[in-house]
């Protein structure tokens, strides 16, 4: 469902060029939950914008359902597949209300049955009516999230992408969330690529990684060696230890 081949994203020119993403490859099976995971600044966000549309890469091609793909979307593409942000205040307008974030992409989309979509896509996320005409400062970090991804429901995406849509919230929301993102996914039968630098978030939700370090990816393993702590990379192994050590934190 998601074919990445070689891709380079650049920003910059001459001596000044910056390579964020290098000669990355990976393949995503339709029905499938892959993740990236890597310390900040290591392109994975990045490269999740490239295959939302969000950012031209410099070399490399993306195709989506076996069709290659631009940063330039036709109206079905842009269908296709859609994104949840890391910030659920930020991503969503403050001066509309939910009722408005959520018929606008059926608008751009010339969708019918408005508000019978709408109702359905609240439904789903575990929200009522009353949100529905409320502003997002009137609505909790958790419930804000929770409309950001019926917004991207709405659309009746075949792939999700997910950018640490859960590092912004409490703890105690996160595991709501979470569960939440792979209810939809079985009931929908989507395929989904999560971007995050938790590793147990990772595990919990996606059946194979790939670690990212300054651009590349150093290592793909399935989820149970993750879990085994059989990473061959020393890089992988860090970011293992480190995972183990921040448990430990918090557990105490």
């Known amino acids: 469902m998601i074919e990445i081949a070689d891709v380079t994203i650049s920003f910059g020119s001459g001596a000044r060029r910056l390579d964020a993403v290098r000669g990355v490859s990976f393949e995503v099976a339709p029905g499938e939950a892959f993740g990236l995971v890597g310390e900040s600044g290591c392109g994975k966000s990045t490269l999740l914008r490239a295959i ?13 359902a076996g069709q290659s793909v631009g940063a330039k979307r036709s109206r079905a593409d842009r269908r296709l597949v859609q994104m949840v942000f890391q910030d659920p205040y930020g991503s969503l307008n403050p001066t509309h209300i939910v009722d408005r974030i959520l018929s ?9 049955n408005v508000d019978q979509r709408i109702e359905q896509a609240l439904g789903e996320v575990g929200m009522g009516s009353l949100h529905r005409f409320r502003y997002p400062h009137q609505i909790s970090g958790g419930q804000r999230q929770r409309i950001a991804i019926a917004r991207a429901l709405i659309m009746e995406p075949k792939i999700l992408l997910l950018d640490e849509p859960t590092s912004a919230l409490d703890l105690s929301v ?4 979470l569960n939440l993102l ?8 989507l395929t989904m690529l999560m971007v995050s630098h938790d590793l147990a978030v990772i595990a919990h939700m996606c059946s194979r990684i790939a670690v990212m370090k300054r651009g590349e990816i ?3 393993l399935p989820v149970e060696r993750l879990r085994r702590g059989e990473a061959d990379h020393p890089y992988t192994r860090e970011l293992l230890a480190s995972s183990l050590e921040t448990t430990t934190a918090s557990a105490g």
């Open 52 to 64: 939302a549309g969000l950012q031209d890469v410099a070399a490399g091609t993306i195709a989506l």
């Open 218 to 220: 150093v290592e793909m």
């Open 182 to 189: 792979k209810r939809v996914a079985r009931n929908r039968s």
């Open 104 to 112: 606008e992409p059926i608008a751009i989309q010339r969708l019918d």
């Open 174 to 177: 996160q595991a709501e969330i």
